[in-house]
């Protein structure tokens, strides 16, 4: 019978097909803030009937500063249960195991939004004075010492891996009826908005990627925030509609290709 073999001196080659270039800076880890679409310190509260689909967390604030919302507590009393969420309310003094990971989300929260402000070395400092409405923004750490604000349609143009990050030291005000378009793949997962002031969203609004804020967020009547809310302060949604997505994935470094796919050739000597 015949063998083959693979001698020592087997030469290998590697095609590479398809592969792309992952732009912008290094995702933030959320940790387990991830798992909340909705997560607050002092409080959420709901004009009805808003719409949230994830999990809604508050610590170390309790369930009585979830407003709103028309709770039902579960039979295991660690959590409660809206006809507005499509998921799991959770306040600091809700049975166990509940207070211990509420803690730890919000100390991964606190630590995603020192990350995401303090990063070094923006691409884009100051961008139109901070008034970015109309604006094409590519994929980037950009870094305002002032507000921001969305008077116009603003879009972010990328692939499914890029990512963007927003340092504002200021407000983030996007005006009423004005949307976030993205375009080329972008993902609102792979978006992370740092704002150190109030963040509003207007009235009939769509906005894109995850907020993590210093202080409180609000989502206008009838506006669309496809992302997680992260506050440190308080949460108001008027009759508004958040969309929780998953935190982005860790990816291989910009400087290095993301392969598709690869072919191996394995030249050796038969027997």
């Known amino acids: 019978m015949s063998t083959i073999r693979l001698n020592l001196a087997a030469f290998v080659l590697f095609a590479f097909v398809g592969?792309?270039?992952?732009?912008?800076p290094a995702p933030?880890?959320?940790?387990?803030?991830?798992?909340?679409a909705i997560l607050a310190k002092t409080g959420v509260s709901s004009v009805p009937n808003s719409a949230v689909m994830g999990n809604v967390g508050v610590s170390p604030a309790t369930i009585t500063s979830v407003t709103g919302f028309s709770l039902v507590q579960d039979v295991s009393k660690q959590?409660?249960?809206?006809?507005?969420?499509?998921g799991q309310l959770m306040g600091s003094t809700d049975a166990l195991p509940t207070?211990?990971?509420?803690?730890?989300?919000?100390?991964?929260?606190?630590?995603?939004y020192v990350d995401a402000s303090t990063r070094p070395l923006p691409n884009f400092v100051g961008l139109k004075a901070g008034l970015i409405g109309g604006s094409v923004l590519v994929p980037g750490l950009y870094k305002w010492t002032t507000g921001v604000?969305?008077?116009?349609?603003?879009?972010?143009?990328?692939?499914?891996?890029?990512?963007?990050i927003f340092q504002i030291a200021g407000t983030l005000v996007q005006a009423a009826n004005?949307?976030?378009?993205?375009?080329?793949?972008?993902?609102?997962?792979n978006i992370i908005w740092a704002v150190a002031g109030t963040v509003t969203v207007g009235t009939n609004g769509v906005f894109q990627g995850n907020i993590l804020a210093k202080t409180n967020v609000v989502i206008a009547t009838n506006a669309i925030d496809n992302g997680c809310i992260y506050a440190q302060t308080a949460v108001t949604l008027q009759k508004a509609t958040n969309v929780s997505i998953?935190?982005?994935a860790v990816r291989v470094d910009a400087a290095l290709p993301?392969?598709?796919?690869?072919?191996?050739?394995?030249?050796?000597s038969n027997s």
């Open 178 to 189: 004005v949307k976030i378009t993205l375009i080329g793949g972008a993902q609102s997962k």
């Open 28 to 36: 933030v880890l959320l940790g387990t803030a991830a798992n909340y």
């Open 149 to 164: 604000t969305i008077s116009t349609g603003l879009t972010l143009s990328g692939g499914p891996a890029d990512t963007w």
């Open 246 to 248: 998953s935190a982005p």
């Open 19 to 24: 592969f792309t270039l992952a732009a912008g």
């Open 99 to 112: 207070p211990g990971r509420l803690t730890i989300a919000v100390n991964n929260m606190q630590t995603a």
């Open 79 to 86: 959590f409660w249960t809206s006809t507005q969420v499509n």
């Open 258 to 268: 993301t392969v598709g796919h690869f072919i191996i050739i394995l030249l050796g």
